[in-house]
């Protein structure tokens, strides 16, 4: 089972596209546009833990070639970084330096999504 993935050709689009992509692109209009602040949904306080979707490719290439057990493989990294810490990675990496404001009236979804990868 994959965690949070990311990567080129992701779904950038605001309506359905996942918190990471969201980001980026929030951030990266804002600076572009010189938007004050950038609005985030929820407390910032959950945790997500993301793969980029190349190392996936490269542990299911892997598993193929080397793994023949009728177990499930979570691949991950068992790292997490809250979303608020992920919002000011991006506004950092962008050069954004507007406000960060979260919008507790939307759900933050599940507290933690961190894979066990033992």
Known sequence: MPTNLYGINDNFNLDTSHVLPA??????????????????????????????????ADACCFLMQHY??????????????????????????????GKIIYDTTKPDGRLSALMSVK
């Not at 990266?28 to 190349?54: I, Q």
């Not at 009728?70 to 950092?92: Q, V």
């Open 23 to 56: 980001l980026m692109r929030k951030f990266h209009e804002a600076k572009r546009s010189g938007t004050p602040s950038v609005l985030v949904w929820g407390s910032g306080k959950p945790s997500r833990e993301f793969l980029c979707v190349d190392d996936m």
């Open 68 to 97: 023949n057990d009728g177990e499930i493989i979570n691949i991950g990294t068992r790292i997490d970084i809250t979303i608020a810490e992920l919002a000011a990675m991006m506004a950092e990496i962008t050069g954004f330096t």
